[in-house]
C-alpha cells in the first residue's frame, strides 16, 4: 500500500475499532441491566462519558464554549436520548444479538434518509452491498417467525434515531468547533434530557454490583466518549452511507459475543446472515479504495 493511501485507511479503522467496541457492548448492556433499570443506565451511560470528554476538554486548554445550541440540542437529542434510550430499552425485552441486528439496520435508514437530504447517491459497489446486507438482516431476523413487540419496535427506532443525527450532523456542522467539542456538548444535552425521562419512567432501585460498576466504565469510556469520537471522525470523512455500512460488523461481533457469553446461540440462518453482512460491508471498502464513491462533504474540522 503507498503512503498516500494511509489517510484513506484510517476513517475505515476508526469505523473497524468502533464496530468492535459496540459490537461486545451489547453484551455488558445486557448484563448490566440485571442491577439497574434500562433508562438509568442510559443516563448514567452518557452523562459518564460526558464528564470524561469535558475532563480532555480541560487538560487540553480547549475552551468550552458550547456550539450553537439550534444545532446541537436536536443533535443530542437524536444521538444521546434517541438512540441511546431506545437502544437500553430494547434491551430489557430482548437478548443481545437480536436487539443488536435490530438497531443495526440503521444503514439501511440512512442511505435512505441521505439520498432525498444529502444528494448522496447510491453508486458502484454500494449496491450489490445494499443488497448483501438487507438480505443478511433478513435471513438474522427471521421476520416470518419474528417475535418481540415493544422491545423489536423500539430497537427499530433507536436505528432510525442513529440515522437521523447522523443526517442532522451532516447538514448543521459546527464551524469553529472539533469533534471532542460537538460530542461533548450533544452528550451533555442528550445525557439530561434521558436522565429526566428515567427519573419519571423508571424506578430508582441500583444495586451496585462489580458488574455494574466495569459496565458504567465501559460504557463511559471507550463504549461512548471513545465511540462517539470514532463515529464523528468517520462520518466527516466518509460518505454517510459508508460510514453507516461499515457499522454493519458489530451486530456480527455482538452475535458472537453473546453466544460465547450469554449462551444464544445464533441458527444457521443467522451465521448465513453474518456472512453476507460482512461480505457487504469488505465491498463497501473496495469501493473506497477503487475511488468510485462520491467524495465525503467537507467539514470545519478538516
Given amino acids: 500500500m503507498r503512503f498516500t493511501q494511509v489517510p484513506s485507511l484510517l476513517p475505515l479503522l ?34 459518564g462519558g460526558t464528564v470524561v470528554l469535558f475532563l480532555i476538554l480541560r487538560l487540553m486548554r480547549r475552551p468550552l464554549a458550547p456550539p450553537p445550541i439550534t444545532v446541537i440540542l436536536p443533535l443530542g437529542l437524536l444521538q444521546s436520548t434517541g438512540f441511546v434510550g431506545c437502544t437500553l430499552w430494547a434491551l430489557e425485552y430482548g437478548g443481545a444479538g437480536k436487539t443488536a441486528i435490530l438497531v443495526y ?32 438482516l433478513l435471513l438474522i431476523l427471521d421476520p416470518w417467525h419474528l417475535q418481540g413487540g415493544k422491545g423489536m419496535i423500539l430497537a427499530l427506532l433507536s436505528g432510525i434515531f442513529w440515522a437521523s443525527s447522523a443526517v442532522w450532523q451532516k447538514k448543521h456542522p459546527s464551524p469553529g468547533f472539533d469533534l471532542l467539542d460537538v460530542t461533548a456538548w450533544q452528550m451533555l444535552f442528550g445525557g439530561i434530557a434521558l436522565l429526566i425521562i428515567a427519573l419519571v419512567m423508571d424506578p430508582l432501585r441500583i444495586h451496585w454490583t462489580i458488574g455494574l460498576a466495569g459496565a458504567l466504565f465501559y460504557n463511559a469510556v471507550p463504549g461512548n466518549a471513545l465511540a462517539w469520537i470514532l463515529w464523528a471522525y468517520a462520518l466527516h470523512r466518509l460518505p454517510s452511507g459508508m460510514a453507516g455500512m461499515g457499522t454493519l460488523l458489530a451486530p456480527a461481533v455482538g452475535i458472537l459475543a453473546a453466544w460465547i457469553q450469554l449462551g444464544e446461540r445464533p441458527g444457521p440462518m443467522e451465521g448465513a446472515g453474518m456472512g453476507l453482512i460482512l461480505l457487504g460491508t469488505i465491498l463497501v471498502t473496495l469501493q473506497h479504495f477503487r475511488g468510485q464513491e462520491e467524495p465525503p462533504f467537507s467539514s470545519a474540522q478538516e
Fill in 14 to 47: 476508526s469505523i473497524f475499532l468502533l464496530s468492535l467496541i459496540w459490537g461486545y457492548n451489547w453484551v455488558v448492556m445486557k448484563t448490566a441491566l440485571r442491577d439497574c433499570p434500562p433508562l438509568l443506565f442510559a443516563a448514567m451511560r452518557v452523562l
Fill in 105 to 136: 439496520m440503521m444503514p439501511l435508514w440512512l442511505v435512505l434518509l441521505a439520498a432525498p437530504l444529502l444528494g448522496e447517491r447510491i453508486r458502484g459497489l454500494q449496491v450489490p452491498a445494499l443488497a448483501l446486507a438487507f438480505l443478511g
